[in-house]
């Protein structure tokens, strides 16, 4: 038998897709919606827990779980535990539609405007998370990106430019986003994004506890005109 003779045949199937959503008991007068996204082997409960303390707990944080399974030890190991990622390198466009749609959906069941939506990703989800900025430039008003990277085209596809904000936090002992790599992302970011902040933390590959000021900080500067309160 010659696999390569078979042919391939596709179908589609409804996808269940789930996601945490914190309620404030004293939301602000205009609160935001607040769509976090966990790195790869994660799980919404623990991106929810590391995303409150950033953005506060007087928003509504809606914490999306990745569509694809994976265990975080092998399958025979006695504590084995289930987590979640977001696409891998076969046929990508899907995940990446995928993920948009996720984002839609869930901004939609809120029912927030894209004015008050903030994105929030770490490690594997910034990537598709800027991907989604530039492919739905109006969805979002900022995005958050910690310990990730660009889109692997970002410098030759054909992405719109957005009214999204970026604040992109790296560390310098990011063993998977380098600082000789993660130092060229503002210029490259610009191209499609007007407002960049980048700043560089001590720290490896993980939300450092040094970021929540300059999160706050951030967010009253860009989120501060866009108030209806």
């Known amino acids: 038998m010659t696999p390569d003779r078979a042919q391939i045949h596709s179908f589609s199937l409804q996808l269940r897709c789930n996601y945490l959503l914190w309620t404030p008991k004293r939301p602000r007068k205009d609160p935001l919606l607040v769509v976090t996204l966990h790195g790869h082997a994660m799980t ?8 409150a303390p950033l953005v506060g707990e007087d928003h509504f ?3 999306l779980q990745g569509p694809y399974q994976l265990w975080t030890k ?12 977001w696409a891998t390198r ?23 405007p894209g004015s008050r939506v903030l994105l929030v990703g ?23 990106a910690i310990c990730g990277g660009l889109p692997g085209d970002w410098d030759t596809a054909p992405y719109q430019d957005t009214c999204a904000a970026a604040l992109h936090i790296t560390t310098r002992e990011d063993q998977y ?7 060229t992302y503002p210029g490259r970011l610009r191209k499609h994004i007007a407002d960049v902040e980048f700043h560089m ?8 506890s ?9 967010l009253e500067r860009v989120f501060h005109n866009t108030s209806h309160s």
Not at 74 to 85: G, K, L, W
Not at 98 to 110: C, D, P, S
Request: glycine share 4%; charged share 20%; hydrophobic share 40%.
């Open 201 to 208: 933390l001590e720290g490896g590959h993980r939300i450092p």
């Open 90 to 112: 076969f046929e990508p466009e899907h995940s990446r539609r995928l993920h948009h749609q996720m984002i839609l959906r869930v901004v939609e069941e809120v029912g927030v």
């Open 177 to 183: 986003y380098p600082p000789v790599v993660a130092e």
């Open 210 to 218: 040094a970021a929540r000021p300059m999160v706050q900080n951030w």
């Open 74 to 85: 092998p399958d025979n190991h006695a504590r084995s535990e289930v987590a979640f990622h």
């Open 122 to 144: 770490f490690s594997q989800s910034v990537s598709l998370n800027y991907r989604f900025v530039c492919t739905h430039p109006e969805a979002a008003r900022g995005v958050i």
């Open 61 to 63: 944080i809606a914490s």
């Open 44 to 51: 919404p409960e623990q991106m929810l827990k590391l995303t």
